[in-house]
């Protein structure tokens, strides 16, 4: 494990490198700060000519990742200071897609709202039999109106994204299974072992082929990152108006939004 890293833990264990966000106490919600250290991460092991695939999982047997801090937005505005003065959520989205090695998510609890959309862009999940799986954006005033909503649809259909950010249900692993949205539901003690597995089988392939693959397959939805930039800058608008503070506010103070009296417009 890198010295250097304070949110999330890094180490390359054969083939793979294994990500792993380490904030349980927060049920590993991203700040700014964990943003910075995933993006470092990934770089690290883009230029590791070792790693041959990526795992990325959450600290604890709770949650993966259930998105971006909602009680440090609510305490503060924003997800904390950042290493460039911006928070780059987007560019970790990019990120995950681009690096030119599979990146396998390791789902080991909740994966919720941001954190559902982490796991929907790497190229293939493994969920333990605890796993949870929905978002959460309209419930606590936020949305992915990008990737995390254009590319959802691709995987699991229009109608079933469309039930998933509308009513922000929770959905098991075994149903995540069935809608196409995980590749295997395993035991939780064999959840690790069988992401490494993967990396292990897939480090045997032709890196230059799983380079190609990847990028082929990317090349049918990358139109949806202009629509996620779009929608990241209205996310920063969206977030400081008095309808996306009143999200942030309710959830920290363990309360029933009330958005309708923010609503501008029609």
Known sequence: ???DYEDIRYEVDGPAAVVTINRPQRYNAFRGKTVD???????????????????????????????GDVKQRAETGDYGPTESGMFEIGYLHKLIRD????????VNGLAIGGGHVLHVLCDVSIAAETARFGQAGPRVGSFDAGFGSAYLARVVGEKKAREMWFWCRQYSAQEALAMNLVNRVVPAERLLDEA??????????????????????????????????????????????????????AFAEKRQPEFAKHVVGH
């Open 37 to 67: 250290e995933l993006i470092r991460a990934f770089r690290s092991a883009w230029a590791d000519r070792a790693v041959q695939a990526i795992i990325l999982t959450g600290a604890g047997d709770k949650a993966f990742c259930t998105g």
């Open 99 to 106: 690096v030119p090695k599979p990146v396998i998510a390791a």
């Open 1 to 3: 494990m890198a010295p």
């Open 196 to 249: 490494k597995e993967w990396a292990a089988e897939v480090a045997s392939k032709s890196p230059t082929a799983i380079r190609f693959l990847k990028q082929s397959f990317n090349a049918d939805t990358d139109h949806q990152a202009g629509f996620s930039n779009m929608a990241m800058t209205a996310l920063d608008l969206f977030t400081a108006s008095a309808e996306g503070q009143e999200g942030a506010a």
